[in-house]
């Protein structure tokens, strides 16, 4: 053991005796809605990801505060003591009705003006998949992005349908609007360069946008026939400076105190990106932007491109292996070579349904425990089951209504293909719940109203059982040495008589079980003069 | 199963945060504090030396540069005859002129062997809205160590010897696709040819082992006027390194002998190539037919050096290159592939070919097999790389090459000569 090994197991042991010792489990002000107010930073500049780099680090070197052999685990650190994510620059948490998840981060006032002319002005020309940078009548700059010639609608279906789940979680995404157009509406815009893909720049010229063009799928039939579909993708606000690391944190930026592997909304992630699929949810899928606000100048972070997402690869359909195994594991490729590739995997076995515009997404195979990003980030790897149950209440929040819906605004001129996007996303949201919600005693959303203490069943709720008979004990809680006091004769939700004569500033638990079961979530009630407030929630596992 | 321990989120997590000033008064005020201490504050955080090189290469487009060249200069390896060793050359090569409406290419290579090779093309691939193409070929090479077994399949191991082949070629060549897939094609066009004595210290030359008589067009060479006609259906997904579907195709060239009136011929090249993916497409069971049959004008015969052959990294791979000529050839590949990992896959094979004097002989009759393993390392759907060992009765054979195994036509199962129909 290193001496710095050393130093850190000493921390581990003795800081609850330091903390206990010196004051009180829950604050006045627990639990709280938000991180610090941001301060106002320095000027950043931009930092790139090399994505060779990035899969090299990741799959090989693991980078980052590691999980694995810590005990205890280290826990998501920007979490209330409820569990719940504090808002951020990260992360909002949005109540939102059905309307504006249908409608996502997208305002129709801001979606790109086609009264007048798009301005291109810049073109990735290179690679499968072109896209172009516009400016629309308006004056606003859209990423214009394509689907691969024989799978019309799937990239820009899934980038538009995960944006709004995504937003709707809480993440900052871009908006996303859906165009279609005809060639005439782009115009090159004056000395607008572009560099080709031997580091030559030179101005585009018409031809070379009618040529990229070619490259990308017009609507055969329908009110958009001969129409190009694109995703029109607002720039997001504030100036670029690069992606951010699923580990660590950003050198110079003062409110970026929190290493990201351990940001519960980024590990959480994990079970999100199951969820839709995003065997790409790296590095240089996200983007740090400066933005302004209240005359503080401060980073926000987004996730951004979500082509790869659902059944689609950005430029071609998926493979069955995204999502179920990453691009390179020692283990795995030992057993296929040693084997001859004669030991077949679940998901190699399983049965999709094909649809061109889809792309290869099913539901039948889908374990979200054994679901995998193309490589692995420190973050997803860190994910604790309370990280995991949090994202999971997230998902389940998600009606059949909303996802049928924002699947529909994905525009998909085939039916079948519209339904077996939102069958796929319903089923799998399932799954996660019937895995993860299940891990936590499936009780949330504590309140005490009319003498009572109150919860949400989850796992009633979403029809994952709930019917057992639950057990319940009280205790007095010492908030300045954490002890606690049974009451013994104290076995319903109903609020014991101790606790209601109780003065203010006292602190009560009461421990809740299922029949059968040993996972307990314990609810901390502070009595306040104005009532009794929820001070903390804490779950066994 | 309950996991040992309690796994209190919030506070373990304030536990954690290490440093923490101990007479915060609320929530807020640590997390001040710790944002203080913490706040962008992280060593790994600069780039490495490894990330910095990268990105340096990235921005001069290195890999681009080397793969594709600066202001259309580039070296290229290889494309020489199998078994003529290392080949390297400069290549110039423009595929931007007129926004791509134009292609230029001219070469330049010679190998370790002695080749030596020069090719200069002229092509316009986006005719008719990039339906049909127009291209001009000339090519010019001179191989000094072409083996020769003798006739038949039942030539010798131990009869191998050495000649050398220089020829060129003057074409124009033609083509649509009327419908995504489906190409037709023409090709029109002269060749010179002439055989000489090997220079491969090793094997004895050609002319020394086998007489003039049992080998027509040892002794004598002529110039050719060939053309022919090629229809094609494709439906792989990635013809480079298809996972499924399906490549047919049918050639039919006639070669008139310009000087001696000896070796007028046409020639039937069939060839079917079909993918059957299983396991979601992680396994591949690839398999081909292909035959070539010539017809020689009445009075005349094939050329030695024209006559189809077998034996290599494209047919037989457990036989060496042009192990077997004859006037006729058959060869049946089956493939079984897996993915090791992205980017490898694993190939076990079998191969059976036979080369045969009449056509009455197109039969499934004493066929020559082979059997090996492989690897191929995929790049972008392509085949990059690939190893293969063939085993025979003759012995192993390892081979390196860059291409997939089937590939499109050319070379395979054919003879020294076919017709170039495709811009490349």
Not at chain 1, 60 to 68: A, I, L, R
Not at chain 1, 96 to 106: A, F, K, Y
Not at chain 1, 154 to 182: Q, R
Not at chain 2, 366 to 378: C, E, I, W
């Amino acid at each position: 053991m290193s001496y710095f090994t050393g130093l850190a197991a000493a921390w581990v042991v003795l800081s609850p005796f330091l903390q206990t010792a010196a004051g009180q489990r829950f604050r006045v002000d627990d639990p709280i809605c938000c991180e610090p107010a941001p301060l106002n930073i320095d000027n950043l500049e931009f930092r790139r990801i090399n994505e060779f780099y990035d899969y090299y680090r990741n799959t090989f070197q693991h980078p980052g505060e590691s999980n694995e052999h810590a005990s205890p685990p280290i826990p998501a650190q920007n979490v209330n003591t409820l569990g719940e994510v504090l808002n951020s620059a990260w992360y909002t948490n949005r109540k939102l009705t059905h309307e504006q998840i249908v409608r996502g981060p997208n305002d129709p006032a801001r979606a790109p003006d086609a009264s007048g002319p798009w301005t291109v002005i810049a073109a990735k020309t290179e690679g499968v998949t072109p896209g172009l940078l516009i400016r629309d009548a308006g004056g606003r700059r859209y990423l214009l992005k394509f689907d691969p010639l024989r799978n019309p609608e799937m990239a820009t279906g899934a980038d538009v349908i995960t944006a709004k789940l995504l937003y709707a979680i809480g993440y900052f995404v871009p908006e996303n609007y859906l165009v279609h157009f005809s060639r005439e509406q782009l115009v090159v815009g004056r000395d607008t360069k572009f560099t080709d893909q031997f580091a030559r720049t030179s101005n585009i010229t018409d031809r070379d946008v009618t040529e990229l063009l070619l490259r990308v799928p017009r609507a055969r039939r329908g009110p958009h026939e001969g129409k190009i579909r694109a995703v029109a993708s607002l720039y997001v606000p504030g100036q670029p400076i690069g992606p951010f690391k699923y580990y660590g944190r950003r050198k110079g930026d003062r409110n970026d105190f929190i290493r990201h592997e351990h940001r519960r909304e980024l590990r959480g992630f994990r079970v999100i990106s199951a969820w839709v699929n995003h065997h790409d949810s790296r590095s240089i899928n996200t983007l740090d932007t400066v933005v302004e606000e209240h005359g503080v100048r401060h980073v926000r972070h987004y996730l951004i491109d979500f082509g790869s997402t659902l059944g689609s690869a950005a430029t071609k359909s998926k493979s069955a292996r995204e999502g179920n195994a990453p691009l390179f594991d020692f283990r795995s490729a030992a057993a296929n070579f040693a084997s001859l590739g004669l030991y077949f995997r679940h998901w190699e076995i399983a049965k999709y349904s094909y649809y061109p515009s889809v792309g290869r997404i099913q539901y039948s195979a889908f374990d979200p425990e054994r679901w995998v990003p193309n490589y692995h980030n420190r973050a997803f790897m860190n994910a604790l089951p309370e990280d995991k149950f949090w994202a999971a209440k997230k998902i389940m929040q998600f009606s059949d209504a909303d996802i049928r819906e924002v699947v529909a605004s994905g525009e998909y001129s085939d039916k079948g293909a519209e339904n077996w996007v939102a069958e796929c996303l319903i089923r799998r949201r399932d799954i996660i719940g019937r895995t993860y919600v299940r891990q936590a005693a499936a009780l949330d959303n504590f309140r005490v109203a009319d003498g009572r203490l109150t919860f949400d069943d989850l796992a009633a709720r979403y029809g994952f059982g709930g019917q057992e008979e639950i057990r319940i004990a009280w205790a007095r809680f010492d908030n300045e040495s954490g002890a606690k006091s049974d009451l013994t004769s104290a076995t319903t939700l109903q609020l014991p008589e101790p606790l209601r004569t109780a003065a203010a500033g006292t602190y009560w638990a009461t421990t809740i079980k299922r029949e059968g079961d040993e996972r307990s979530v314990t609810i901390y009630i502070r009595k306040s003069a104005a009532g009794y407030e929820i001070a903390g929630v804490e779950r066994m596992w | 199963m309950v996991k040992r321990g309690v796994r209190f989120g919030f506070l373990c997590g304030l536990l954690w945060s290490g440093g923490m000033p101990l007479d915060a008064q609320t929530r807020q005020m640590e997390l001040e504090e710790r944002r203080k201490q913490d706040g962008g504050v992280y060593g790994d955080d600069e780039l490495s030396s490894v990330e910095r090189a990268l990105d340096w290469a990235d921005d001069h487009k290195l890999l681009e540069r080397f793969t594709r060249g600066i202001a259309g200069f580039r070296l290229v390896f290889g494309n020489l005859m199998p078994g003529s060793g290392f080949g390297l050359g400069p290549e110039y090569y423009r595929e931007e002129l007129r926004n791509g409406a134009v292609r230029f290419r001219t070469s330049i290579r010679a190998s370790t062997g002695k080749s030596l090779f020069g090719n200069v093309e002229l092509t316009l691939p986006k005719l008719l809205e990039r339906k049909a193409y127009l291209d001009l070929y000339t090519r010019w090479r001179n191989n000094p160590r072409v083996p020769y077994y003798g006739a038949g399949p039942d030539s010798k191991k131990s009869g191998r010897t050495a000649f050398r082949l220089e020829d060129a070629a003057y074409d124009v060549n033609a083509g649509l696709s009327p419908i995504p897939g489906m190409r037709l094609g023409i090709t029109a066009g002269y060749l010179q040819t002439n055989v000489g004595p090997g220079d491969d210290s090793r094997y004895a030359s050609t002319e020394a082992a086998y007489s003039t008589s049992a080998t027509p067009g040892l002794g004598r060479q002529s110039s050719f006027l060939r053309s022919g006609v090629v229809a094609s259906y494709d439906w792989r997904d990635y013809p480079g390194g298809a996972k499924y579907g399906g490549f047919y195709e049918a050639r039919f060239d006639y070669y008139k002998d310009q000087d001696l009136a000896l070796y007028s011929h046409r020639r039937l090249t069939l060839e079917a190539q079909q993918y059957v993916p299983f396991a979601n497409r992680r396994r591949v069971i690839a398999l081909r037919a292909k035959t070539l049959l010539t017809y020689a004008n009445p009075g005349q015969v094939v050329p030695f050096y024209m006559q189809p052959i077998l034996g290599g990294q494209n047919d037989l791979r457990g036989y060496r290159f042009a192990r077997f000529y004859d006037n006729n050839a058959f060869v049946l590949n089956g493939e079984y592939r897996w993915e090791i990992f992205t980017g490898l896959d694993g190939a076990l094979f079998y191969d059976a070919g036979k080369v045969f004097h009449r056509r009455s002989e197109l039969n499934f009759h004493d066929l020559k097999g082979s059997a090996g393993f492989g690897f191929r390392v995929n790049a972008r759907n392509s085949v990059f790389f690939r190893l293969d060992v063939g085993f025979s009765h003759e012995g192993f054979q390892i081979w390196f090459s860059f291409n997939d195994v089937f590939g499109n036509s050319g070379g395979v199962a054919q003879s020294l000569y076919a017709s170039r129909y495709w811009p490349q």
